[in-house]
């Protein structure tokens, strides 16, 4: 919650009662933040437990060490994912993630990407139903908890999604079977460091299936999904205020590899060849359109909103790329290891950001005792 002092005794079942009346749960039943359960995730970190690590809007509200662990023993974390509740909450507040339009009525769905020697310490899954396992639920629990009870994101208030949405998520990199630098290395990070990613998306569950044994059939299938992961004006109205992740597998990933593929060629065959054609952008600009206008591409770029004027001249059989730069492709290598299959997540509104995971100088000594 917001209050630094306990505010409330009472039986298990009453303290819960409590909490939902107060609209501080996501509907579940929540592990009561005691004072002696707040001070063990303290331990966890040299911040003080009332210094500010962020204000998260629109709910314009402190985030402190003590309130953080408070939503994170709630959501049923362990004192040790500390750091990374920290760092996740520096990651949601960069105005460059952008975290006051989560509230679309498209329904965007928060999630942390970790990586670094963090993941293998502490257990965080990587492999086979990585955000169904581990500690990993748990994480994004406290993450949906930490937007509902900080920036004060409620369902069908400030948190305005159509169909409302799914738990916040957690994944790890699988950087030992990757044959690419892991994703916080190829953004600037050192390997030795730990980093947490807040990224959306506003789609979840289909999976590709890439076959065979040629690496551009295997692109070619992934950037098929892509296509069908997006929906068209949403590239062409907010430009770089989005992200696709690809999520591929470790049997994916080596296969085209081996073809030659560093990281920055797949991003840019990607950005290449997830082509949607005139006709089709023109049509759901037509009927589909997300506020109810009849548009079209050549009535978009008299807007001078960005979308090139070539665009202009093309025919309804002629492609354009349904992303608008390479740079909002990411790609993590992660999932079962024994399977062929990707995942491509989008989502509008936000971009993603890292964060260093900074540890407290006796972390080493702090883990050795769990």
């Avoid at 040790?80 to 909450?89: R, Y």
């Avoid at 600037?188 to 590709?208: C, L, P, R």
């Avoid at 949607?276 to 952008?281: F, H, P, Q, T």
């Avoid at 001249?313 to 390479?326: A, N």
Wanted: some cysteine.
């Amino acid at each position: 919650t917001n209050r630094e002092d306990g505010v409330f005794t009472g039986t298990f079942e009453e303290i819960n009662e409590s909490f939902r009346n107060q609209q501080l749960t996501d509907g579940l039943p929540v592990i009561p933040p005691t004072a002696g359960k707040v001070e063990e995730f303290l331990k966890y970190t040299d911040r003080l437990a009332h210094e500010e690590i962020a204000i998260l809007q629109p709910g314009n509200l402190r985030a402190t060490p003590s309130i953080i662990a408070a939503n994170g023993v709630m959501a049923g974390c362990r004192p040790e994912h500390m750091p990374i509740l920290i760092a996740a909450v520096e990651a949601i507040a960069d105005q460059n993630y952008n975290l006051d339009q989560l509230g679309t009525t498209g329904g965007v769905n928060p999630y942390l990407l970790i990586n670094g020697p963090i993941v293998k310490q502490l257990g965080i899954e990587f492999d086979i139903g990585l955000v169904s396992r581990g500690p990993n639920p748990a994480i994004g629990r406290a993450l949906g908890l930490l937007i509902r009870n900080i920036a004060k994101f409620r369902p069908a208030e400030q948190y305005m999604g159509t169909f409302g949405y799914i738990m916040p998520f957690v994944l790890a990199e699988d950087e030992e079977n990757s044959p690419w630098e892991p994703f916080h290395v190829e953004h600037g990070f050192k390997s030795n460091t730990s980093t947490v990613t807040a990224a959306a998306t506003q789609n979840w569950g289909f999976q590709a299936f890439p076959s065979g044994t040629d690496p551009e059939g295997h692109l070619q299938a992934i950037c098929q999904d892509i296509v069908k992961r997006i929906v068209l004006w949403g590239p062409l109205m907010h430009k770089d205020s989005q992200m696709m992740t690809v999520l591929i597998t470790p049997p994916v990933a080596q296969l085209i590899a081996r073809g030659g593929y560093s990281k920055q060629d797949v991003q840019q065959y990607f950005f290449e060849n997830s082509r949607v054609s005139i006709r089709d952008i023109n049509l759901l600009l037509k009927h589909g359109y997300c506020c109810g206008e009849t548009e079209t591409i050549r009535g978009l770029i008299e807007k001078e909103i960005g979308i090139p004027q070539e665009w202009g001249e093309l025919g309804p059989d002629d492609t354009v790329p349904v992303l608008v730069y390479p740079g909002v492709i990411n790609i993590a290598v992660c999932g079962d290891r024994t399977r062929n299959k990707t995942m491509a997540l989008h989502a509008a509104y936000v971009k993603p950001v890292t964060k260093e995971i900074k540890l407290p100088a006796n972390w080493n000594e702090l883990i050795r005792k769990r």
